[in-house]
């Protein structure tokens, strides 16, 4: 857990994401497209998720499902890998709710990132 002191805190009740992504239409999920590609790629050690790529993918549906592969592909095994839980390949699901339901797979990635935290 050496390397949780260079992780960015961002820990969020996934519910509130879920709420604040319908109040603001979406908005906030911009917001935390960017909050969460600074901790995945701390987590990973290395920039998987650009800034722009993180912002895109909030307004813009081809960015916003490559965003969930990069989550669901690249950096989710190192979170759960930090976290100390079991692998689990949660891609699909990720992809095709940030399709049909982002404020859905937003809630999912941070429930798993919270686990960081603990």
């Known amino acids: 857990m050496e ?7 961002f820990n969020v009740d ?5 709420l604040l992504g ?3 239409c979406g908005l906030y999920l ?11 790629n701390a987590v990973v050690g290395k920039e998987i998720i650009s ?7 909030g ?16 950096a989710m095994p190192s979170v759960y890998e930090a976290a100390g839980e079991p ?6 699901l ?5 399709f049909l339901f982002p404020m859905a797979a937003a809630m999912i990635v941070q429930g798993d990132i919270n686990k960081l935290y603990k």
């Open 59 to 74: 307004c813009c549906t081809p960015v916003n499902l490559y965003f969930y592969y990069l989550v669901g592909k690249d």
């Open 87 to 92: 692998q689990k390949d949660q891609s699909t």
């Open 3 to 9: 390397n949780n002191k260079q992780i960015p805190v």
């Open 94 to 98: 990720l992809i095709i709710l940030g």
């Open 22 to 24: 319908f109040v603001t």
């Open 51 to 57: 800034e722009v790529v993180a912002i895109f993918s």
């Open 30 to 40: 911009i917001y935390w497209n960017i909050k969460v590609a600074k901790v995945l």
């Open 14 to 18: 996934p519910i509130i994401v879920l």
